[in-house]
């Protein structure tokens, strides 16, 4: 492995082959893009499939977001945002099947930005057959095409991006999904357009002519090489931390791990009394606002972290709303693990195991078993 200077800004377009860093550093217009997109979003009273009708009426005694992965993560940011106000229940499915009380008075969402993924579209089916108030979210695929024979409210998202560098595509229109339906307290997705200042803002921060010292993403990705990522989130920041887990996964190509507050401290934190401890960077994520118990908590989880040895950092969370605050963080872990790709030497780009895996499971023909029962669901 090469490791490549953060602030050799030739050196690290020549790594970045298919220019994720300008994709992320991009943000905001994608934001922009996705706001309007979620705007026009319209549900139908009713649809008619051949065995029944499906009833749109609001609200919902719970939303289901069926997705996996990069189409996953949308749900839990949403999920975790609503927490304490969600009117009802907001329950995620990362699976082939739905939970077994999820019937026609729930709303399912089925998000896959490719729109062919076995285990979203088998969770879709089902909802189908159960007459929930499906919705779909895609770039294309099976999905869509679902949507169109179905006459199912669908959202199309541009196609051309990696899945993980479309979240604003992915999760803002769900934003207009918990508006409409009747689930959020405050109008979401104009609390959004407070996002695009931030990322904007940020975007400019973390640039690849910034210098490491004046960069925090950069700095972070430097503090994080060598070493296996742990992010420690909170309350709604535990969504937050799986998307940065997620993040130096898929981008970074390293093992990375993470848990939440106040969870861990009853049974991971045993971990750190063990050895290997050196060989991770522990990120906790950290809010102004954090309330007395947990900010109490959190130092005196990270007092004793540090005595294991492991590097320790803390990311503050900006914004003047959760959702902003969510964001930062995200978006500060986004270009950071962007940064400890090339940092490696590595392009961030590729996803060659989880093609592989996707590959081997096309092959036992699922999704055209899943393409004929949508067909026989047509009126
Ligand atoms: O980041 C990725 O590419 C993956 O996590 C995908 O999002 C995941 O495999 C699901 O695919 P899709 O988003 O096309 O449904």
Request: charged share 25%; hydrophobic share 45%.
């Amino acid at each position: 492995m090469r490791a490549v200077n953060l602030d050799d800004t030739e050196a690290l377009r020549a790594v970045d082959k298919h220019g994720m860093l300008k994709l992320y550093l991009g943000i905001t217009d994608n934001v922009a893009k996705a706001l309007r997109l979620a705007r026009e979003l319209e549900f139908p009273e009713a649809v008619r499939l051949g065995t029944g009708e499906i009833r749109y009426s609001f609200p919902p005694d719970g939303l289901v977001v069926a997705g996996m992965g990069g189409s996953a993560i949308g749900g839990k940011l949403l999920r975790d945002l609503l927490w304490d106000s969600s009117k009802a229940p907001i329950i995620t499915c990362e699976d082939y099947h739905l939970p077994s009380y999820i019937g026609p008075r729930y709303l399912l969402v089925a998000i896959s930005y490719s729109g062919n993924t076995e285990e979203t579209l088998s969770a879709f089916v089902e909802g189908l057959r159960r007459k929930c108030m499906t919705i779909g979210i895609s770039s294309g695929g099976l999905l869509d095409w679902a949507c169109r024979e179905l006459g199912l409210p669908f959202v199309k998202v541009p196609s051309g991006f990696p899945p993980r560098g479309a979240l604003p595509f992915l999760f803002l229109p769900l934003l207009a999904v918990a508006d409409r339906a009747g689930i959020a307290d405050v109008p979401l997705l104009r609390q959004a357009e407070g996002l695009l200042r931030l990322l904007g803002d940020m975007a400019r921060e973390l640039g690849p002519e910034v210098p490491v010292e004046e960069n925090k993403a950069k700095e972070l990705a430097r503090t994080a090489m060598g070493t296996i990522p742990v992010i420690y989130g909170f309350g709604p920041f535990c969504s937050v931390a799986l998307r940065l887990k997620t993040q130096f996964n898929e981008n970074s190509k390293i093992l990375s791990f993470c848990n939440c507050l106040p969870g861990l401290d009853h049974d991971e934190i045993m971990g750190w009394e063990g050895e290997f401890t050196d060989r991770f960077t522990v990120i906790f994520l950290r809010d102004r606002e954090e309330d007395r118990q947990m900010r109490l908590r959190i130092e005196a989880t990270k007092e004793l972290i540090e005595e294991a040895g492991p590097r320790v950092v803390e990311l503050w969370a900006r914004g003047t709303n959760r959702l902003e605050k969510m964001f930062s963080l995200i978006y500060l872990g986004d270009i950071a693990s962007i940064y400890l790709a090339l940092a490696r030497g590595i392009d961030p780009y590729g996803l060659k195991s989880i093609q592989a895996v996707k590959l081997k499971m096309a092959e036992a023909g699922l999704l055209k078993e899943l393409k004929k029962e949508i067909s026989s669901l047509k009126l």
